[in-house]
Structures are given as structure tokens and as C-alpha cells.
């Protein structure tokens, strides 16, 4: 079953350039790996500045790469702590970022896995984010957060929206697991050369899974340049 929230279209996952990070499961927890997403969300900023062209002669040329690399790290960095944070650790699934750019805009695309007790939860989130004005939840998040005496949070995507004018949306899908090798097409469609080593890896994680029901939650961000 797929859940579509906001702003999200399969049409943007398939632009003539992108760049793709996957970062595989291990026996060590994702969380464990924050210290990396401000270098991977850099290194995108980075590559994309290689495909971004304009035109020679505009004085504020560098001024508007060096707002839009900024940008896209910061957003990048927000996308991947979040994955990190909420991902489910029993899940064979890897984290994903991924890059596309247009002529007049670019998206970002991250999917991991996140335990089915939080689905609900992160969903009442998304539907408050998308009926409230920015300025308004944003108060109201840290209000909850100064009574339960906890860190907001949301606050990251509330940013997103109110200082870069980005479109969120989001896909949740649930996909299960089967002993068997019954390999999610979207997963090996594209990584077919990885599939002898995704197997073996894909075994063990089924194994140790006490829940063989995982959702799969995909962030996108569109955002005009």
C-alpha cells in the first residue's frame, strides 16, 4: 500500500542529471553514522555545482552558486539526520539520498525504513506541517517542546519551507519481507550488479528482523532555482 503527503511526484526521480549516496545497513546502528552527513551533504552540494551552469557574464553569478551550494548542503544535512534518526535498525533497507537537476529546479530525495509503531505518529506530523502556517507551527513546537521539556522536532523541515520556499512531499510504502529471495523491484531495477552481494546481506538482516513488515518513507524536496 502506498500513502502519498504533500508535494510528491515519481515524475522528478527522473531527470537527465542526478546523483544517488546509498548507504548500506550494517550491524552497526545508522544513527551511529551523523558525524558523516554534513561531508555527504557537502559532497553534493559540491557535485552539483559541476552541472550547474550560467551565463558568464552575470556579476552575481558566483554570489547565486554560492547560495545554492549553501543551500542545497544545508538541506541535505537536514534530510539525512532525520533518516538517521528515525530509521529502523531491523530493516534490511539502506538510506538513500538522491539529487536531480532541471533547468528552472532541482529535488532531493531521501528514503529509509522507519518502525511501524511510528508511522502514524510521523504522518499526524506531515498533516499538521502541511494544514498549519510555518510560522505558526513552528511556535507551537517549541511550546511542546519547552512543556515536555524535550527537543522539537520538525524544526529542520519547517526551515526547509519557510526560508528556502521548498515543496515538501512524502511516499510511504509498506513493503514485506519473505524468506525467500522476492527482491523489491524498486530496489534492483538499477542495482542489478549489486544483487549477489545484496542477497547475502539481505539473508542475514531477514533473519535477525523481528517485524517482516517494513515501511519504506521517501522525503522529496523541490525546490526552484
Known sequence: MVKIFGEFNDKELKSREFIKLIFSPSSVPLQQR????????????????????????DPKRLEKQIEIKDT??????ELLENAMKFNDDSSPYPISIQLHLYDDRLSLCI????????????QSFINK???????DFYIQQIETAEKDGSISSG???????????????????NLQLLNEPNYPLYYIKNQMKWLNFWFRVRKWFVARSK???????TTMVQLAI
Do not use: C
Not at 542545497?72 to 544535512?77: E, G, L, R, T
Not at 506541517?129 to 510560522?135: D, I, R, W, Y
Not at 524544526?155 to 510504502?173: M, P, S
Open 72 to 77: 542545497i548542503s544545508y538541506i541535505a544535512n
Open 129 to 135: 506541517l502541511l494544514s498549519t502556517e510555518p510560522q
Open 155 to 173: 524544526l529542520g523541515l519547517l526551515t526547509i519551507i519557510d526560508d528556502y520556499g521548498a515543496k515538501l512531499g512524502w511516499k510511504f510504502e
Open 34 to 57: 551523523w558525524r558523516n552527513n554534513s561531508l555527504s551533504a557537502d559532497f553534493l552540494a559540491d557535485y552539483l555545482m559541476t552541472l550547474f551552469h550560467q551565463d558568464e557574464n
Open 211 to 217: 517485524n517482516p513488515n517494513i515501511t519504506i518513507v
Open 111 to 122: 528514503s529509509n525504513s522507519i518502525p511501524a509503531a511510528k508511522v502514524a505518529q510521523f
